[in-house]
């Protein structure tokens, strides 16, 4: 299924990866106008008014003995098995499962500010998205989302070089901003209160003694 699905991305079955893209662009683009119900419905008559027919013109040939074989036209779409196994099943439902809780369990950890930092970003997150739904609507994300999906891969992949040396000036840029926030920060930052330490008055030094006038004794003859 992945590898499908990569090989859809990378364009490298031309006709079906533009099959895809062409009927995922039409019908999302479809329904700005029409309901998903009309949408679909109308998706599935032109499917069948290609396929009825052809199937009618095989069944004609079978009768007049032009198609002895009685060749289906769509045998191999029939043949083509897109059923699950109860392992892949299971592997599926776990990965669903193991989604949804880590999704309910990160909002929970958003909305009752667990860390105060994460939760500040997604009051970001929110409040940009805000304007984000006046400009648009999730039909157009979604949309942009399917050109981006078919799109961006391949120009990767053409301009790998080029996006590479592009990516590397902007972290380089990034990091000199963030060098420069930091020593800004640390110069703003009071400085810590110096530690407290028990310093010792010294002591005076002991004054010179006072000369002594020494007496001479005079003995009186």
């Known amino acids: 299924m992945a590898s499908k699905l990569i090989d859809?991305?990378?364009?490298?079955?031309?006709?079906?990866?533009?099959?895809?893209?062409?009927?995922?662009?039409?019908?999302?683009a479809s329904l700005f106008q029409l309901s998903a119900i009309t949408v679909l419905s109308h998706i599935c008559l032109g499917v069948m008014c290609?396929?009825?027919?052809?199937?009618?013109?095989?069944?004609?040939?079978?009768?007049l003995r032009w198609n002895p074989g009685g060749e289906h036209p769509f045998q191999s779409y029939l043949d083509h098995d897109s059923s699950l196994t109860d392992k892949e099943t299971v592997m599926l439902v776990e990965e669903v499962v193991l989604l949804a809780a880590f999704a309910v369990t990160e909002i929970k950890r958003l909305l009752f500010i667990d860390s105060m930092i994460?939760?500040?970003?997604?009051?970001?997150?929110?409040?940009?998205?805000?304007?984000?739904?006046?400009?648009?609507?999730?039909?157009?994300?979604?949309?942009?989302?399917?050109?981006?999906?078919?799109s961006f891969p391949l120009l990767y992949k053409k301009q790998q070089v080029r996006i590479r040396r592009i990516v590397r000036a902007v972290k380089a840029f990034v990091k000199?901003?963030?060098?420069?926030?930091?020593?800004?920060?640390?110069?703003?930052?009071?400085?810590?209160?110096?530690?407290?330490?028990?310093?010792?008055?010294?002591?005076?030094?002991?004054?010179?003694?006072?000369?002594?006038?020494?007496?001479?004794?005079?003995?009186?003859?």
């Open 176 to 221: 000199k901003i963030k060098n420069l926030c930091l020593s800004l920060y640390n110069r703003v930052r009071p400085s810590s209160a110096p530690a407290h330490t028990s310093t010792s008055i010294p002591k005076s030094a002991p004054a010179p003694a006072s000369k002594q006038k020494v007496k001479s004794n005079w003995t009186f003859v």
């Open 118 to 150: 994460d939760s500040i970003k997604f009051v970001v997150l929110l409040y940009l998205l805000t304007y984000v739904g006046i400009l648009t609507n999730g039909l157009t994300l979604v949309m942009t989302a399917v050109i981006a999906v078919f």
């Open 8 to 28: 859809l991305v990378y364009w490298r079955k031309m006709r079906k990866t533009g099959v895809v893209f062409t009927g995922l662009v039409i019908g999302l």
């Open 50 to 63: 290609v396929t009825f027919p052809l199937r009618l013109y095989y069944k004609l040939l079978e009768l």
